[in-house]
Nanobody, 123 residues
């Protein structure tokens, strides 16, 4: 089993930055990629960003490209999502995800989910 724990959510104003963290524990050797998804009220959960755990390849949703950066620290079994130039449309619960495969683009690729962290951007 793999456990994912997110942190770093909160309430910010439009234009602000926020960094989310996700710590991985358990059978970490089975994880090939990690990523972030988000779900706004009344909407489907959508892909945000992902990366491979070893090679460092990344993928981004078009809506966040250039504003968000995903990174990892393998020494800490952690993945981060740096979010800049936030706007109210970024308001959602952000979920950390782990997969045994790559690419990680959709919910169908995910083997493990974190519990989610709320990000609220006020205008």
């Amino acid at each position: 089993q793999v456990q994912l724990v997110e942190s770093g959510g909160g309430l910010v104003q439009a234009g602000d930055s926020l960094r989310l963290s996700c710590t991985l524990s358990g059978r970490t050797g089975s994880v090939a990629s990690m990523g972030w998804f988000r779900q706004a009220p009344g909407k489907e959960r959508q892909f945000v960003a992902a990366l491979t755990c070893r090679a460092g390849a990344t993928l981004y949703a078009h809506s966040v490209k250039g504003r968000f950066t995903i990174s990892r620290d393998n020494t800490k079994n952690a993945v981060y999502l740096q979010m800049n130039s936030l706007n109210p449309e970024d308001t959602a619960i952000y979920y950390c995800a782990a997969s045994s495969t790559w690419p990680l683009r959709g919910q169908w690729d995910v083997n493990y989910w974190g519990q989610g962290t709320q990000v609220t951007v006020s205008s």
